[in-house]
């Protein structure tokens, strides 16, 4: 073993194998000798254990682990799954996904200084804000708006700066919480709020607000159910009628949405108030995800009256939560789609498909299954729900087309499912009743052959 061991080459006289000779084209020699390091003391290990017996076989065992290492530390941890859960908005995979327009304004910024913060009329400086502002005023009728890091951050920065050290009204049928332990109570405590609950779980009328509203009010505070429903015997009281005990007591409304519709879906059976509607009913503020409805990155968007605006962008928290230019420029991106309003519903991914028809939708499973049967992969095509997920429209079923793979001799479906995940371009799929479901609704037909191929290797891997 020893004598082995002495085989080994020195670094530098490793770097100079002509094996190395392309890697040294791309790296630097002091990260190729670092790696080569590594890669000795695995070869070591591989004498050690009596896997590498010959000496004609050390340099060779150096070079391929040190490729193998260098391919592995070099590919990036986050990288891109096809998502064929049919789930629109997957928090777990990164909720929506951009336009092509977004998409185009932060491949045109990420490179290149900016006017991020330059008033370019004035030359002098300007505001980051300043950037969505009038689009935002044109899509929902605001006054005034600004962006932070995400709707949680948003919620914190409104609380803080519009009612710390005083009361927030809230119905108790609205201290909801949100996936990832943000719970609506703790997040006003966290801000400072003094938390005050009217009515009860499943009912909360005008007089219990009125009853509530005394001179340590602060804020009345509205909050999107989001991921639940109350069924039944139920009450809430919607804005409009909200707002005229808000002007009466001169205490403003806050409303947290959650979601945030930019676009009207009602016509797809989709109840969910636009944010223009909402601010039309007379809402103060109003805070929203980018990376929920709106289809854009992920964000905080806080729009509403000038004056209370002016006042949340004084608070030195905004600081601590400010967004980023790249942020900004895909969130600018997303917003000029929505000015053609007949175009955004092709445009925008995530409306597109969450609108989508089910003739569209059977005519994609029935191109992927034949594509499949190409591959002798038979697939059923079903009629199934998918969910829209990312904590929005929990109650509401979207039907669409699926295929279908059923346990066959040949294969375990959770042997396969793993499979699928594990795959250098991993696959989440559905499983139920221990069948193998893809919902057509999330797969892009430009992934059909990548997910046919890929499929088709696991598949094949796993039998
Ligand atoms: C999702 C959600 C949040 C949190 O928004 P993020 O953008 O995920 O930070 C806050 N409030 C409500 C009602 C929500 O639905």
Redesign the pocket.
């Known amino acids: 073993m020893k004598e082995l061991y002495r085989k080994i080459k020195k670094i530098d006289k490793l770097l100079q194998m002509p094996e190395f000779k392309g890697l040294r084209d791309i790296y630097s020699d002091a990260y190729l000798m670092d790696s080569i390091k590594e890669a000795v003391k695995m070869v070591r290990t591989q004498i050690n254990e009596n896997i590498i017996t010959d000496e004609n076989n050390i340099d060779s065992a150096i070079v391929s682990e040190t490729i193998k290492n260098i391919t592995l530390e070099q590919k990036p941890n986050l990288r891109k799954v096809l998502n064929c859960t049919g789930t629109v908005l997957h928090t777990n995979l990164g909720r929506a996904i951009l336009s092509d327009r977004a998409k185009e304004s932060l491949n045109n910024l990420s490179d290149q200084y900016s006017n991020l913060e330059l008033n370019l009329i004035t030359g002098k400086r300007g505001s980051r804000y300043d950037h969505i502002t009038s689009i935002l005023k044109k899509l929902t009728g605001c006054e005034d708006a600004l962006v932070v890091n995400?709707?949680?951050?948003a919620?914190l920065l409104v609380l803080t700066a519009l009612s710390k050290g005083k009361e927030a009204i809230v119905s108790r049928g609205e201290l909801?919480e949100?996936g990832g332990s943000?719970r609506i109570p703790n997040v006003m405590d966290f801000g400072g709020a003094i938390l005050k609950e009217v009515g009860t779980t499943n009912k909360t009328h005008l007089f219990d607000y009125e009853n509530a509203i005394n001179k340590e009010t602060g804020l009345l505070v509205k909050?999107?159910n989001?991921?639940y429903t109350i069924k039944g015997f139920t009450q809430s009281i919607p804005t409009e009628e909200l707002v005229p005990l808000s002007k009466k007591k001169r205490v403003p409304i806050y409303y947290?949405?959650?979601?945030g519709a930019l676009f009207d879906f009602s016509p797809y059976g989709i109840q969910e108030p636009t944010v223009k509607s909402l601010i039309k009913s007379g809402v103060d503020i109003l805070s929203f995800?980018?990376?929920?409805l709106l289809g854009g990155p992920?964000g905080?968007i806080i729009i509403g009256k000038k004056k209370l605006i002016d006042k949340i962008k004084k608070n030195q928290l905004l600081r601590a939560i400010r967004v980023d230019k790249l942020t900004l420029s895909a969130l600018e991106g997303t917003l000029i789609e929505y000015l053609d309003m007949g175009k955004v519903k092709t445009n925008n991914p995530t409306i597109n498909m969450l609108t989508v028809d089910l003739v569209t939708l059977e005519k994609k499973a029935k191109v992927l299954q034949e594509m499949f049967k190409t591959e002798n992969i038979l697939f059923d095509i079903k009629k199934l729900n998918s969910l829209s997920g990312g904590?929005?429209l929990p109650d509401k079923k979207f039907p669409s087309f699926c295929l279908v793979l059923d346990v066959t001799e040949d294969v375990s479906i959770p042997e396969l499912v793993e499979n699928l995940r594990f795959n250098k371009i991993p696959m989440l799929v559905r499983v139920k009743d221990n069948k193998l479901i893809m919902d057509l609704r999330t797969i892009k037909e430009e992934d059909f052959q990548m997910l046919v191929e890929e499929f088709s290797k696991v598949y094949n891997g796993t039998i």
Not at 150 to 153: E, G, L, Q, R, T
Not at 256 to 259: A, K, Q, R, V, Y
Request: negative net charge; proline residues 0%; charged residues 10%.
């Open positions: 995400n709707n949680a951050a919620v909801v949100i943000f909050v999107h989001s991921n947290d949405l959650g979601s995800s980018g990376d929920k992920q905080g904590g929005s």
